[in-house]
């Protein structure tokens, strides 16, 4: 299989530590969703989005959630990163989708702060972004295991979802990290320790 985007992107790393963890071989092709890249992506997935996962068969696979729910239905019992049903299951998607939300806004604020002409800079819009984000690690760092993983005796996909979120806010947005996490970088720490997610790691 072929994983096309950067670690940069949370999404195609979220996809990269979850095929790791699953023991799944995966070639990378770590392009971007700028200038040439963008065309030789467009000939992988035509709306020029990473993620995209070209299965053996050739098929396509676009969009982290739906990449990540393909891996978890053709996995073997002893892969799976979700809980299979009831209370634990809904528990781990709902950190999922809280540090999803959260580590979309980073991304928002690369584009709005980093890319975007100074003289376009729409301040309320950016103060907002930042107020998510920092929002969002707050209800993170109140949901993370004051030790160990959400996953019992190995990481899951909260923990994947969780620990990409706090990285990629680290990385692009600092300033907005400087807060009281103590247990958000505890599990960044203990993660990053583990090759799927260090050897993926944005500031790598």
């Known amino acids: 299989m072929i994983l096309y985007g950067r670690d940069l992107s949370p999404f195609t790393r979220r996809v990269a530590i979850w095929m790791t963890l699953q023991g799944r071989a995966v070639e990378r092709r770590k392009i971007t969703v700028a200038g040439e890249d963008f065309e030789q992506l467009k000939t992988v997935n035509p709306v020029g989005r990473v993620p995209a996962l070209v299965l053996d068969d050739g098929s396509v696979l676009v969009e982290s959630a739906a990449i990540v729910d393909w891996l978890e239905d053709t996995a073997d019992e002893g892969q799976r990163l979700l809980p299979a049903t009831g209370p634990a299951r809904q528990d781990c998607l709902q950190h999922m989708a809280y540090a999803q939300s959260t580590a979309e806004k980073p991304v928002a604020f690369v ?63 600092p300033h907005l990290t400087e807060g009281p996490y103590p247990k958000l970088a505890r599990l960044s720490a203990e993660a990053n320790a583990m090759p799927a997610f260090g050897d993926t790691h944005p500031g790598a």
């Open 111 to 173: 584009y709005d702060k980093v890319r975007r002409p100074e003289e376009f800079h729409y301040l309320p819009w950016i103060a907002r972004l930042e107020g998510q984000v920092r929002a969002g690690l707050a209800a993170l760092e109140d949901r993370v295991p004051e030790a160990g993983w959400f996953g019992g005796d190995a990481p899951n996909g909260a923990d994947i979802a969780v620990v990409i979120a706090w990285d990629m806010a680290t990385t692009v947005a």
